[in-house]
């Protein structure tokens, strides 16, 4: 397999090494609602993000037709960065994570270092769901049963 030329320049800015900022920026970005972060980091993360997602799409353009996945960021991040973000309260973090989902996808695709999102970042509201029996307890024999709680149950 013959090496793309573009690929071998990212190299040179940081890309795919042990400090790679373009993986702390993602990280930093796909995070839970109650993670946001303040405007000021805001600007910065999609900042960066930006500077990093330019620099991969000279190497992106020469595999659009191979992955599909690339073609798509392609057009998310043709799309993102000429609308820019939306005139809501959330517009600008949704504009970053939306960057920072292009910008992975890209490197994905590169074959470039994509950092995991741990399961703990992805936010889920544990206390709106009813407690469960344990498993192998006779059915209705949970904390909740009787007690009309539950899925489906009508309140």
Known sequence: ?????????????????????????????????????????????TDGLLTHGQGLLAAAEGVRGVDGRVA??????????????????????????ALARAVRTLRRGLGLAVPETPKERIWVDWDCLPEQPEPGAAPGS??????????GASR
């Open 1 to 45: 397999m013959e090496t793309n030329p573009a690929l071998t320049d990212l190299g040179s800015t940081g890309f795919g090494t042990a400090a790679d900022p373009a993986a702390e920026l993602i990280s930093r970005t796909l995070v839970a609602y109650a993670n946001v972060p303040g405007a000021v980091e805001l600007a910065r993360l």
């Open 72 to 97: 798509g960021a392609l057009r998310d991040w043709a799309r993102l960065t000429a609308d820019g973000p939306e005139d809501t309260s959330l517009g600008n973090w949704n504009h970053a994570r």
């Open 142 to 151: 949970g904390p909740d049963a009787g007690s009309g709680a539950g899925f």
